[in-house]
């Protein structure tokens, strides 16, 4: 599984750049076995990499929530990062990177003096031309199953890849998740509703991911002098909202036009979406390394 254009990818597993076919990590792998690992995606707009700063943070935050052993490329990782982006000459896309608890025989306890797994690899991909931002999207609402601590970056991707096949199988985009009456946010996304000019969102707890893309978005739109309030809303309140959108680091701030089959206004892109947009877009490209 190549990149689509004849071109095998270099990856990083544990202090070795190898192409991604000959890349391997044990069976015995507490990421492969338990999902006892994290995650981070970082985007790359023009070869640069955006909010690196803030992903290598919440990586660090998730370790040690997990107390999970730092790896021990921990200090390296902006250039690990930048060597496979100019190696395999992403020019847009991300970088993924995993942290598993390493290699032990299987067992429930946290294996010991065991070193940490480190894989990273990149992906080309058109993420500033979505059609779903001229579009907008389509979300369908789900019960949000997920475990407790989704202010930690597990892999344990399961809930939200059966949510993404149920909004697929009801032709939608994505959907949102709700616990409780309110919307927790989306499969891999933060959510957010704008009502008579207030941009609404959830606050921080452990029941939703601390998005970077939404740390900035709110910085951004604080500057700006717009109106914030983070609470929860129910889907009911988003319907009957002026705008709603997304944001996460491969989807920057996307509009959501319907929810349950119900347009939000009149089931198109609301201009503050837009607005917030391209501040994010021109600012976070000005700190891109
Ligand atoms: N997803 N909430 C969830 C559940 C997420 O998985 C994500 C990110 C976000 C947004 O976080 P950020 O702004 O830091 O990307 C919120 C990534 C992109 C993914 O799983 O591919």
Not at 39 to 47: A, M, N, R
Not at 167 to 178: Q, R, T
Not at 183 to 205: D, L, P
Request: glycine share 6%; charged share 25%; aromatic share 8%.
């Amino acid at each position: 599984m190549g990149l689509g254009v004849n071109m095998s990818r270099i990856v990083y597993v544990n202090g070795e750049y190898v192409s991604e076919e000959s890349a391997v990590i044990s069976v015995f792998d507490r990421g492969f076995l338990m999902a006892d690992a994290v995650y981070e995606v970082t985007s790359v707009l023009d070869g640069k990499l955006l909010e690196f700063d803030g992903h290598l943070k919440r990586l660090k935050r998730s370790l040690s929530e997990l107390d999970m052993q730092e790896p021990d490329a921990i200090n390296d990782l902006l250039e690990i990062h930048r060597t496979l982006v100019r190696d395999n000459q992403v020019d847009q896309g991300g970088v993924y990177l995993q942290v598993t608890r390493g290699v032990a025989d299987r067992d429930f306890i946290y294996p010991e003096n065991v070193k940490s797994t480190l894989v990273m690899f990149t992906q080309s991909k058109d993420i500033l031309g979505s059609k779903l931002v001229e579009k907008g999207m389509k979300v369908i609402s789900i019960d949000d199953l997920r475990w407790g601590r989704r202010d930690i970056k597990t892999v344990q991707l399961l809930y939200p890849s059966m949510g993404k096949m149920m909004a697929k199988s009801a032709k939608c985009d994505d959907a949102w998740m709700v616990e409780d009456g309110y919307v927790t946010e989306g499969t891999s996304n933060n959510a957010y509703i704008i009502k008579n000019g207030k941009i609404i969102t959830r606050a921080k707890s452990f029941a939703i991911l601390h998005g970077i893309t939404r740390t900035s978005v709110l910085r951004f739109a604080k500057e700006a002098q717009m109106e914030l309030e983070e609470r929860n809303f129910s889907i009911s309140e988003a319907i009957d909202a002026d705008e709603a959108f997304i944001t996460s680091a491969s989807s920057f701030v996307t509009p959501v036009i319907n929810i349950d089959g119900q347009n939000i206004s009149d089931g198109s892109p609301g201009p503050m979406t837009q607005r917030l947009r391209e501040i994010y877009l021109d600012e976070s490209i000005k700190t891109a390394i």
